[in-house]
């Protein structure tokens, strides 16, 4: 699975999973999209974990003033690059979204939608400390994950990824239960909200757990403008 979306799921690839997918699927994605766009201010600073070939880097870049976006995969980036060339205001760098090399308080928003929390394979805690850390006071930190009322329109997705040799064969023995497997190794989870509360246990932030469009949760991570004592909001 080390490596997945570096190699084997990217820059065209991983281009052609989102084509083909169907129209419930680009609801869940299109309204993913809004609920982020809806937390983001003019000129602010915005950086996009997992932005693979810049799926989202248009959108995020028409209202923010700036966007970076990073990845581990260098040929999702130079397809980015490619696609989004006459886009001024946008950035892709290759990095590691568990150890940014960015000072802390850095941007205004941090985003990690998708699932990227499962696809990245990399310690949930870091990843979250580090989104946190490179958060402004009074920024916004949002990661999603798929709530389990899409298991169905998102196991049918996955069907048609594996069916067009994007991904491998789906283990159905070994899928169910918010778990994707394939038998090449491909290994797909989600985050409860328990566990969301759990990650962001000990930072100074404020969670919420929001449902979208019934098929995705987004864990919303507010930075406290001063030095107070983390809250859950739920």
Do not use: H
Request: hydrophobic fraction near 40%; aromatic fraction near 10%.
């Amino acid at each position: 699975m080390e490596g997945y979306y570096t190699e084997k799921l990217a820059a065209e690839r991983l281009k052609k999973c989102y084509d083909l997918a169907p129209p419930r699927v680009q609801r869940y994605l299109e309204a993913e999209v809004d609920f982020v766009l809806k937390k983001i201010n003019p000129k602010d600073l915005v950086l996009d974990l997992g932005c693979g070939y810049g799926r989202i880097v248009p959108q995020l870049a028409r209202k923010a003033g700036l966007v970076i976006g990073i990845d581990t995969s260098y040929s999702s980036l130079i397809l980015g690059k490619k696609r989004l060339k006459d886009v001024s205001n946008c950035l892709f760098i290759k990095m590691n979204a568990a150890c940014l090399a960015f000072k802390e308080r850095s941007f205004d928003v941090v985003t990690c939608i998708q699932n990227g929390i499962s696809a990245f394979q990399v310690n949930q805690q870091d990843l979250i400390r580090e989104s946190v850390r490179a958060a402004k006071p009074g920024g916004i930190v949002l990661f999603s994950t798929y709530s389990e009322k899409f298991w169905q329109e998102r196991l049918s997705w996955f069907e048609l990824q594996a069916e067009a040799g994007l991904l491998g064969e789906i283990d159905y023995t070994k899928t169910g239960e918010g778990i994707i497997v394939c038998k090449d190794g491909f290994r797909a989870t989600t985050v409860s909200p328990g566990q969301f509360f759990e990650l962001t246990s000990g930072l100074n932030v404020q969670t919420r757990i929001i449902e979208v469009d019934e098929s995705s949760l987004f864990c919303v991570m507010k930075i406290p403008n001063k030095k107070n004592k983390k809250r859950k909001i739920g």
